[in-house]
């Protein structure tokens, strides 16, 4: 069974960093493309990056390039994502979600239950 | 970047009804194409892929359809179980873009 499970989120003040995990589980990590994706207190979706199976390409969403980075340890079965310069607009739920079929930049098939970030001085 | 609008942004509905959820692409999209239903403290879930596809384990009731910039998501006769907010994707790039969601309530 396919598990994905967020952690790192919590209150951080404005211009600091923070790092995100995505353990995943039950299927073979490094056969898939990973995603972030934000949803921020009331909102919509929000896609934040996207990394490939192997971890050679990451794209970002405009509002978060060069602030965030996004990076797998296919050793540990697990997705990050580095935050910086954190700002109020940042303040969101924060998901993993898992592309499908593998190798493919396809829509998400497993999503985690997301972990919460609160920017907030 | 790749533009996804959807409509309406709410829908009151009664248990029965038929439903039909619109999306544009601001580029032609082929059938790269997603819906998920969300549910309140819940993550997204998978309903229909590749614009026509439903997702193993999701009722035949739903169905999606369209190519190129224009997509619906149909829901023949709406169930209690129903009621959550629907949003369209496409992954047509790299990178995602999601609708900006349609709310369905109870009428």
């Known amino acids: 069974q396919v598990h994905l499970v967020e952690s790192g989120g919590g209150v951080v003040q404005p211009g600091r960093s923070l790092r995100l995990s995505c353990a995943a589980s039950?299927?073979?990590?490094?056969?898939?493309?990973m995603h972030w994706v934000r949803q921020a207190p009331g909102k919509g979706l929000e896609w934040v990056a996207v990394?490939?199976?192997?971890?050679?390409?990451?794209y970002y969403a405009d509002p978060v390039k060069g602030r965030f980075t996004i990076s797998r340890d296919n050793s540990k079965n697990t997705l990050y994502l580095q935050m910086n310069s954190l700002r109020a607009e940042d303040m969101a739920l924060y998901y993993c979600a898992r592309s499908n079929p593998p190798k493919s930049y396809g829509s998400g098939k497993y999503w985690g239950q997301g972990t919460l970030v609160t920017v907030s001085s | 970047d790749i533009q996804m609008t959807q409509s309406p942004s709410t829908l009151s509905a009664s248990v029965g009804d038929r439903v039909t959820i619109t999306c544009r692409a601001s580029q032609s999209i082929s059938t790269w194409l997603a819906w998920y239903q969300q549910k309140p403290g819940k993550a997204p879930k998978l309903l229909i892929y590749?614009?026509?596809s439903l997702e193993s384990g999701v009722p035949s009731r739903f169905s999606g359809s369209g190519s190129g910039t224009e997509f619906t998501l149909t829901i023949s006769s709406l169930q209690p179980d129903d009621f959550a907010t629907y949003y369209c994707?496409?992954?047509?790039?790299?990178?995602?873009?999601f609708g900006q969601g349609t709310k369905v309530e109870i009428k």
């Open positions: 994707q496409q992954y047509y790039s790299y990178s995602w873009t």
């Open positions: 990394i490939s199976d192997d971890g050679s390409n990451q």
């Open positions: 590749k614009a026509s």
């Open positions: 039950g299927f073979t990590f490094s056969n898939y493309v």
